[in-house]
């Protein structure tokens, strides 16, 4: 039987498209496992992607464009391993079909503000309500539900963009952000935020990240070492409203000035009322540091991987959020559900609900003045 050369090579080459066809690039692939072509598609006329961040050291972070999300970050364990330490989602249908703050960025004003509503210049503005009686993380037209544009500078840089018109969710002025993510050899995320107004208007930002040290968002955090660099928090009404007093946080459960499993602090006194209001710990603290960008704000580590984080900002508070209200009805990456107290979030911040409290410091943004504002997460690992 004589077999012609030419159909040799149709064959091969048939099989080699099938496998092509039945194959996703390696390129398409991340360290998390994530794929790229999972965040393409159109959201309300806007292309979102998955976009990559590296250092050389080999540190990971996946940003979506959809909220401006943190979506996977991987980062070192003691045996130098590489664990992902957020919760998120591996297809951007998990983010649009359900709101969720997963990290977001979250603008026009982070956290609370009471009834949605406050005075700017003797004029009442009206926010649109979203939770309950009150407006949170920017009304139901919050930018943790916008496309941002996408500007990725080098391997490390992404610069995602964003135009908020006059009046989303009842917020007044057209306001420009930009939001800076960058990794380096430190092993730090550093988010620089800039935004400009074309009118008087109130901003307040901050990324929602929902961190699980352990690289395992199974595990409750319980066990994870926090330390707060605040002598001070600012209480909560039964509607987890700030009550407009700040106490101190000696003999409470929010005393974190020393290093203090999370368990154990809401082990101290489970009956407090602040905890039975949240749940557990979702409470704004009144950083030391001053602005000081050098100084350490919190720090936390979870002694199953070893690996440490420390935040640094120039803010001058910080909400501690211990996933009280995760309650294993979404399904995160690698199919897990995530439960209650399975992530740490520590959102830097004005305080929330600053709008309403003058001897606060200030949210208010004025035509021709920039706002900034730079959370640093910084990673290591203790042995």
Same mark, same amino acid.
């Given at each position: 039987?004589?077999?012609?050369?030419?159909?040799?090579?149709?064959?091969? #080459?048939?099989?080699?498209?099938?496998?092509?066809?039945? !194959?996703?690039?390696?390129?398409?692939?991340?360290?998390?496992?994530?794929?790229?072509?999972?965040?393409?598609?159109?959201?309300?006329? @806007?292309?979102?992607?998955?976009?990559?961040?590296?250092?050389?050291?080999?540190? +990971?972070?996946?940003?979506?464009?959809?909220?401006?999300?943190?979506?996977?970050?991987?980062?070192?364990?003691?045996?130098?391993?590489?664990? *992902?330490?957020?919760?998120?989602?591996? !297809?951007?249908?998990?983010?649009? /079909?359900?709101?969720?703050?997963?990290?977001?960025?979250?603008?026009?004003?982070?956290?609370?503000?009471?009834?949605?509503?406050?005075?700017?210049?003797? @004029?009442?503005?009206?926010? @649109?309500? =979203?939770?309950?009686?009150?407006?949170?993380?920017?009304?139901? *037209?919050?930018?943790?539900?916008?496309?941002?544009?996408?500007?990725? $500078?080098?391997?490390?840089?992404?610069?995602?963009?964003?135009?908020?018109?006059?009046?989303?969710?009842?917020?007044?002025?057209?306001?420009?952000?930009?939001?800076?993510?960058?990794?380096?050899?430190?092993?730090?995320?550093?988010?620089?935020?800039?935004?400009?107004?074309?009118?008087?208007?109130?901003?307040?930002?901050?990324?929602?990240?929902?961190?699980? $040290?352990?690289?395992?968002?199974?595990?409750?955090?319980?066990?994870?070492?926090? %330390?707060?660099?605040?002598?001070?928090?600012?209480?909560?009404?039964?509607? #987890?409203?700030?009550?407009?007093?700040?106490?101190?946080?000696?003999?409470?459960?929010? @005393?974190?000035?020393?290093?203090?499993?999370?368990?154990?602090?809401?082990?101290?006194?489970?009956?407090?009322?602040?905890?039975?209001?949240?749940?557990?710990?979702?409470?704004?603290?009144?950083?030391?540091?001053?602005?000081?960008?050098?100084?350490?704000?919190?720090? #936390?580590?979870?002694?199953?991987?070893?690996?440490?984080? +420390?935040?640094?900002? =120039?803010?001058?508070?910080?909400?501690?959020?211990?996933?009280?209200? #995760?309650?294993?009805?979404?399904?995160?990456?690698?199919?897990?559900? %995530?439960?209650?107290?399975?992530?740490?979030?520590?959102?830097?911040? !004005?305080?929330?609900?600053?709008?309403?409290?003058?001897?606060?410091?200030?949210?208010?943004?004025?035509?021709?003045?920039?706002?900034? /504002?730079?959370?640093?997460?910084?990673?290591?690992?203790?042995?």
């Amino acid at each position: 039987m004589t077999i012609h050369t030419n159909t040799l090579a149709c064959g091969w #080459l048939a099989i080699i498209l099938l496998v092509a066809c039945n !194959h996703k690039p390696d390129v398409q692939q991340t360290k998390s496992g994530l794929d790229r072509r999972d965040f393409q598609t159109v959201v309300n006329g @806007d292309s979102t992607d998955l976009f990559v961040i590296r250092n050389a050291s080999g540190m +990971e972070a996946c940003i979506t464009n959809y909220g401006g999300r943190i979506v996977s970050l991987m980062v070192p364990d003691a045996a130098g391993n590489f664990r *992902d330490v957020v919760q998120g989602f591996a !297809h951007i249908d998990d983010y649009t /079909s359900e709101s969720s703050s997963f990290g977001a960025t979250m603008g026009r004003f982070a956290n609370r503000i009471n009834r949605g509503r406050f005075v700017l210049d003797g @004029d009442t503005v009206q926010l @649109d309500l =979203n939770s309950g009686q009150h407006t949170i993380h920017g009304g139901r *037209d919050g930018w943790r539900g916008q496309v941002f544009a996408a500007k990725q $500078l080098n391997d490390s840089t992404l610069v995602l963009t964003y135009v908020s018109p006059d009046g989303e969710s009842g917020f007044p002025g057209e306001v420009t952000v930009s939001v800076t993510f960058a990794v380096n050899q430190r092993n730090e995320l550093a988010i620089n935020y800039e935004a400009q107004t074309a009118e008087k208007t109130v901003i307040n930002l901050t990324n929602h990240s929902f961190f699980n $040290l352990s690289g395992n968002p199974a595990n409750n955090v319980l066990d994870n070492v926090l %330390y707060v660099n605040a002598t001070q928090y600012t209480p909560l009404d039964s509607t #987890l409203i700030t009550t407009g007093e700040i106490l101190a946080v000696a003999d409470s459960p929010f @005393d974190f000035t020393e290093p203090v499993a999370i368990g154990a602090a809401l082990a101290r006194e489970p009956a407090h009322p602040q905890l039975q209001i949240a749940s557990g710990i979702d409470h704004n603290f009144v950083l030391n540091t001053d602005g000081r960008i050098d100084e350490v704000a919190a720090r #936390l580590y979870a002694p199953s991987s070893g690996i440490a984080l +420390e935040v640094y900002t =120039n803010e001058p508070g910080m909400q501690v959020y211990t996933g009280n209200m #995760l309650d294993g009805s979404r399904t995160g990456k690698e199919n897990v559900p %995530y439960a209650k107290q399975t992530a740490v979030c520590l959102e830097t911040q !004005h305080f929330p609900d600053a709008p309403n409290k003058p001897d606060w410091p200030t949210t208010v943004l004025q035509p021709g003045e920039t706002y900034t /504002s730079t959370c640093i997460y910084r990673f290591s690992v203790i042995k």
